[in-house]
C-alpha cells in the first residue's frame, strides 16, 4: 500500500512506514516417527537384563543364606577324606588336666578313731594333653565310623601348684579293692592279709599309702598287683582272689570301658615274687601314650541330626552291665561328636563309655566367649540321686546296696568289685551326710564344680568345656580289721578331675567366626552385586531415554499483530 505526500508550506513530506508486530504461538511438537537405531535397541536389551539381575538380588537376600548354611551342614559331616575328617581326628585344642588330691592330715587319729577324717585339698597338678583319633575306619555306607583315641600327658610345673615330687596320704586302691572283692569272705579275706604281711617288701599292704603325686598317678610297685602271679602254685590259698584274671582291671579301669591288656611277666615256678620286678599300679597308669576305648559312631552322612550318636562301644551294640535293660542301651551322644541346631528346651543325651551310662545335660545359662554367644549346658541335679529319690536311676543302683545321694558306684555296673565312688566335687548336689564325716571339704560351687559344656548352639562347636568328677572311697568296719573303730559308713574324696579346655584358642575362633559369618557374607554380596549389575547394565537405556526427553523439537506459528 503506498503513502500519500504531506504538504507543509514550501516543504512536502513523507510518512514512514508503520511498524508491523507479530506475536508466537507454540504448537504441538513434532513427533518425528523414527525406527530404533542398532545400538538403543542393544541399551534396550541390556536394560531387560539388568532388570532381571535385580530380580534375582532380591530373591538372593532370602535365598542365600539359607543355601550357604545347607551346603555348610552338608560339610560337617564326617567323611573320609575331608577336613572335617581332619579336625576331627586332630582337634586344633589342648586340653588341660588339673588334679587335685585330697590329702588325708590325720590318718593315725582317724584309725584309731579319735577324730573324723580331715583332709586338705591340695593342687592343681597340671597337665597338658595331646588327643588323636587312631584307627579310624569307616562302616561299608559310610554311616559309621568307628576310632579310639591316642592321649599323651605332659606336666607343666608353671602353672601347677605343687611339685610332682610332693608326698601325698592316699587310699590304697588296689588293696581296697581286693577287700570288697573279699567283703563276704571272710576265710579267704584273712589268708590273702596274712600272705600279703608274710613278704618284708611292699608299699600298699596296708588300706592308706604315703608316696609322692608321680608315683601314685602314674605308677609305683604294687605288691598287690603283683600277686595275682601265685594264682597257679597258691590257688589253694588265695583261689577265690586269684581266680579273677580281670581283678587287676576293676578298680583301676574306672576312666576307660575296656582298658588295653597290659603285658604280665611269667608267673615264677617256685612261687616267690621278685622284689625288684613287682607290677605297677597308678591311678593312671596305662592311659599316656596308649591306645584305648574303641567306640562307634554314626557320621551323620543320611542325617546330620545322626551325627556322633553310639552305634557300639568295644565291638558291642548294647552292654549288659546293668541289671535294668533300659540302663543298657547306648542311647547318647559320644560328647566330642555333636551335632546342629541345639535348643534351650531339650536335654543333650551324652553316653560315657568309662561310666556305662548316659547322663543329660540341660541348658543353664548363656555365655559369651570373645563376642559368640554359647549356651552352657551341665547335667541334671539329680544325676548321682539315688533310686529311692530319683526312680528314673534305679537301674544304676542294686537291691541293698544303698549310697546317700550324690554317690554313682562304678562297682555296681561295669567295674566289678572297684572300690571307687564317683561324685561332683566337693560332693556338689549331695546329701550334707556326705560332707559332714569329713572335715576339710571346701563349701561346693555350682560354677565351679561342676561339669560344664559352652556349645555354639547354631554348630553345635563346644568353645569351653570342664568335664569335672570327684573319686571316693567308701569306708566302713566290715571293709578291714584296722576300720574297726570306724563308726557308720565314711565316703573319703581322695582325688578330683577338672579336665578340659578354658575357652576357644585363636585358630577355634577363626573357623567360629567363618561359619557365623559366611551366610551373611554371601548373601550382602551377592545382593549388593546383583543391584550394580543391574544398574550398570540399564545405564545406557537410562542415558537414552534422558537425552530423548531433552531434545524434542517443537513448531511456532506466527501471527502479525
Request: proline residues 6%; hydrophobic residues 35%.
Given at each position: 500500500m503506498?503513502?500519500?505526500?504531506?504538504?507543509?508550506?514550501?516543504?512536502?513530506?513523507?510518512?514512514?512506514?508503520?511498524?508491523?508486530?507479530?506475536?508466537y504461538?507454540r504448537?504441538?511438537?513434532?513427533?518425528?516417527?523414527?525406527?530404533?537405531?542398532?545400538?538403543?535397541k542393544?541399551?534396550?536389551?541390556?536394560?531387560l537384563?539388568?532388570?532381571?539381575?535385580m530380580?534375582?538380588?532380591?530373591?538372593s537376600?532370602?535365598?542365600m543364606?539359607?543355601?550357604?548354611?545347607?551346603?555348610?551342614?552338608?560339610?560337617?559331616?564326617?567323611?573320609?577324606?575331608?577336613?572335617?575328617?581332619?579336625?576331627?581326628?586332630?582337634?586344633p585344642?589342648?586340653?588341660?588336666?588339673?588334679?587335685?588330691?585330697?590329702?588325708?592330715?590325720?590318718?593315725?587319729?582317724?584309725?584309731?578313731?579319735?577324730?573324723?577324717?580331715?583332709?586338705?585339698?591340695?593342687?592343681?597338678?597340671v597337665y597338658?594333653q595331646?588327643?588323636?583319633?587312631v584307627?579310624?575306619?569307616?562302616?561299608?555306607?559310610?554311616?559309621?565310623?568307628?576310632?579310639?583315641?591316642?592321649?599323651?600327658?605332659?606336666?607343666?610345673?608353671?602353672?601347677?601348684?605343687?611339685?610332682?615330687?610332693?608326698?601325698?596320704?592316699?587310699p590304697?586302691?588296689?588293696?581296697?579293692?581286693?577287700m570288697?572283692?573279699?567283703?563276704?569272705m571272710?576265710?579267704?579275706?584273712s589268708?590273702?592279709?596274712?600272705?600279703l604281711?608274710?613278704?618284708?617288701?611292699?608299699?600298699?599292704?596296708?588300706?592308706?599309702?604315703?608316696?609322692?603325686?608321680?608315683?601314685?598317678l602314674?605308677?609305683y610297685?604294687?605288691?598287690?598287683?603283683?600277686?595275682?602271679?601265685?594264682?597257679?602254685?597258691?590257688?589253694?590259698?588265695?583261689?577265690?582272689?586269684?581266680?579273677?584274671?580281670?581283678?587287676?582291671e576293676?578298680?583301676?579301669?574306672?576312666?576307660?570301658?575296656?582298658?588295653?591288656?597290659?603285658?604280665?611277666?611269667?608267673?615264677?615256678?617256685?612261687?616267690?615274687?621278685?622284689?625288684e620286678?613287682?607290677e605297677?599300679?597308678?591311678?593312671?597308669?596305662?592311659?599316656?601314650?596308649?591306645?584305648?576305648?574303641?567306640?562307634?559312631?554314626?557320621?551323620?552322612?543320611?542325617?546330620?541330626?545322626l551325627?556322633?550318636?553310639?552305634?557300639?562301644?568295644?565291638?558291642s551294640?548294647?552292654?549288659?552291665?546293668?541289671?535294668?535293660?533300659r540302663?543298657?542301651?547306648?542311647?547318647?551322644?559320644?560328647?566330642?561328636?555333636?551335632?546342629?541346631n541345639?535348643?534351650?528346651?531339650?536335654?543333650?543325651?551324652?553316653?560315657?563309655?568309662?561310666?556305662?551310662r548316659?547322663i543329660?545335660?540341660r541348658?543353664?545359662?548363656?555365655?559369651?566367649?570373645?563376642?559368640?554367644?554359647?549356651?552352657?549346658?551341665?547335667?541334671?541335679e539329680?544325676?548321682?540321686?539315688?533310686?529311692?529319690?530319683?526312680?528314673?536311676?534305679?537301674?544304676?543302683?542294686?537291691p541293698?546296696?544303698?549310697?546317700?545321694?550324690g554317690?554313682?558306684?562304678?562297682?555296681l555296673?561295669c567295674?566289678?568289685?572297684?572300690?571307687?565312688?564317683?561324685?561332683?566335687?566337693n560332693?556338689?548336689?549331695?546329701d550334707?551326710?556326705l560332707?559332714?564325716?569329713v572335715?576339710?571339704?571346701?563349701?561346693?560351687?555350682r560354677?565351679?564344680?561342676s561339669?560344664?559344656?559352652?556349645?555354639?548352639?547354631?554348630?553345635?562347636?563346644?568353645?569351653?568345656a570342664?568335664?569335672?568328677?570327684?573319686?571316693?572311697?567308701r569306708?566302713?568296719?566290715?571293709?578291714?580289721?584296722?576300720?574297726?573303730?570306724?563308726?557308720?559308713?565314711?565316703?573319703?574324696?581322695?582325688?578330683?578331675?577338672?579336665?578340659?579346655?578354658?575357652?576357644?584358642?585363636?585358630?577355634?575362633m577363626?573357623f567360629?567366626?567363618?561359619?557365623?559369618n559366611?551366610?551373611?557374607?554371601?548373601?550382602?554380596?551377592?545382593v549388593?552385586?546383583?543391584?550394580?549389575?543391574?544398574?550398570?547394565l540399564?545405564?545406557?537405556?537410562?542415558?537414552?531415554?534422558?537425552?530423548?526427553c531433552?531434545?524434542?523439537?517443537?513448531?511456532?506459528?506466527?501471527?502479525?499483530?
Open positions: 503506498s503513502e500519500k505526500p504531506i504538504a507543509n508550506g514550501n516543504h512536502v513530506y513523507q510518512l514512514a512506514p508503520q511498524r508491523e508486530e507479530f506475536i504461538e504448537g504441538a511438537p513434532i513427533l518425528k516417527e523414527k525406527g530404533r537405531g542398532c545400538l538403543a542393544c541399551a534396550l536389551s541390556s536394560c537384563l539388568g532388570f532381571v539381575f530380580i534375582g538380588a532380591g530373591v537376600a532370602l535365598l543364606k539359607p543355601f550357604v548354611h545347607n551346603q555348610i551342614e552338608e560339610n560337617l559331616v564326617i567323611l573320609p577324606e575331608t577336613q572335617t575328617l581332619s579336625n576331627w581326628k586332630d582337634p585344642v589342648s586340653p588341660v588336666m588339673n588334679v587335685y588330691f585330697y590329702n588325708l592330715t590325720n590318718k593315725d587319729d582317724f584309725l584309731s578313731g579319735t577324730s573324723k577324717p580331715v583332709v586338705q585339698r591340695i593342687g592343681p597338678y597338658f595331646e588327643i588323636h583319633k584307627n579310624v575306619s569307616f562302616g561299608d555306607e559310610g554311616e559309621t565310623v568307628t576310632f579310639s583315641d591316642n592321649k599323651t600327658y605332659f606336666f607343666s610345673p608353671q602353672l601347677s601348684n605343687g611339685s610332682q615330687s610332693d608326698l601325698i596320704v592316699m590304697n586302691i588296689p588293696f581296697l579293692g581286693a570288697n572283692k573279699l567283703s563276704s571272710a576265710i579267704i579275706r589268708v590273702f592279709l596274712n600272705l604281711d608274710s613278704y618284708q617288701f611292699g608299699v600298699d599292704k596296708e588300706p592308706f599309702v604315703t608316696m609322692s603325686v608321680s608315683e601314685y602314674w605308677g610297685q604294687s605288691l598287690v598287683i603283683t600277686m595275682k602271679e601265685l594264682e597257679e602254685c597258691e590257688s589253694s590259698k588265695v583261689k577265690s582272689f586269684a581266680n579273677n584274671d580281670d581283678f587287676d576293676d578298680w583301676d579301669s574306672w576312666v576307660d570301658e575296656e582298658e588295653e591288656e597290659m603285658e604280665t611277666q611269667e608267673s615264677s615256678k617256685d612261687c616267690e615274687i621278685d622284689p620286678n613287682l605297677l599300679f597308678g591311678f593312671f597308669h596305662g592311659t599316656n601314650q596308649t591306645v584305648r576305648d574303641q567306640r562307634t559312631v554314626h557320621t551323620g552322612k543320611n542325617d546330620l541330626r551325627k556322633g550318636l553310639f552305634a557300639k562301644v568295644g565291638g551294640e548294647r552292654i549288659s552291665w546293668w541289671p535294668d535293660d540302663c543298657n542301651q547306648l542311647d547318647g551322644r559320644d560328647p566330642g561328636t555333636l551335632t546342629v541345639l535348643s534351650k528346651k531339650e536335654d543333650m543325651r551324652l553316653y560315657f563309655p568309662n561310666m556305662c548316659r543329660n545335660f541348658y543353664v545359662k548363656s555365655v559369651e566367649h570373645e563376642g559368640v554367644q554359647t549356651y552352657r549346658f551341665s547335667p541334671s539329680d544325676t548321682f540321686n539315688n533310686g529311692s529319690i530319683t526312680p528314673i536311676n534305679s537301674c544304676y543302683y542294686r541293698g546296696v544303698a549310697h546317700p545321694s554317690i554313682f558306684d562304678l562297682s555296673g567295674k566289678e568289685n572297684s572300690p571307687v565312688l564317683m561324685s561332683w566335687p560332693f556338689l548336689y549331695g550334707p551326710i560332707r559332714e564325716s572335715d576339710g571339704i571346701p563349701p561346693p560351687n560354677e565351679a564344680d561339669f560344664q559344656l559352652d556349645i555354639e548352639p547354631r554348630w553345635g562347636i563346644t568353645l569351653a570342664r568335664a569335672r568328677f570327684q573319686m571316693n572311697v569306708l566302713d568296719s566290715s571293709l578291714h580289721p584296722g576300720f574297726s573303730n570306724i563308726t557308720g559308713s565314711i565316703y573319703l574324696p581322695f582325688l578330683a578331675l577338672d579336665e578340659g579346655v578354658p575357652g576357644p584358642n585363636q585358630k577355634v577363626q567360629m567366626n567363618l561359619l557365623l559366611i551366610g551373611d557374607n554371601v548373601k550382602n554380596l551377592s549388593l552385586g546383583g543391584f550394580a549389575l543391574g544398574l550398570l540399564m545405564l545406557p537405556e537410562i542415558i537414552i531415554w534422558i537425552r530423548s531433552c531434545s524434542n523439537n517443537e513448531i511456532y506459528t506466527v501471527k502479525k499483530i
